[in-house]
């Protein structure tokens, strides 16, 4: 046995308690500290959060205040096209708008009546079965879109945009 053990004078265990309290300690400073820094923008290339949230706040508001484009609307008369071979008595009713640039828009008023035979005659081919796919709108929107754009010609018409498709 050791001689301190003989004399009755042990030396105390150090426990862990007291670094491990001083390690969470210092932890916490380091950590409130950097994210006092980070929040005050006091670190190079970092941001204050309000000064970012301030930021996002007004590119969103000219985003969403931002000029409109350039675009006019030729209507299309609405149309009432039977399907099949006309004995289901199916209708299809259709409604739409052609979006158009300002300085083409007499252009596109002109050729009005072959456009609606274009799209009468498309209308007109198409099956009830045509018309129950889910996804059914969206690609007769482009085919119609397509068709439309060839007979105007070159880029005169932007887009179809439908008002009405109804299937009775």
Known sequence: MSEDTETGESTPKKSGKRTLL????LGLLGAGGGFYAVHAGLLPGAESSSTAKEEAAHHEEETVLGDLPDVAYVPLAPLV??????????HLRFNAQLEV???????VEKLMPRVMDVLNGYLRALETSDLTDRSALMKLRAQMLRRIQVVAGGERVRDLLIMEFVLN
């Open 81 to 90: 096209v039977s399907l099949g071979d006309g004995a289901t008595g199916k």
């Open 101 to 107: 640039s300002p300085p083409h828009r007499e252009e």
């Open 22 to 25: 001083l390690g969470l300690l």
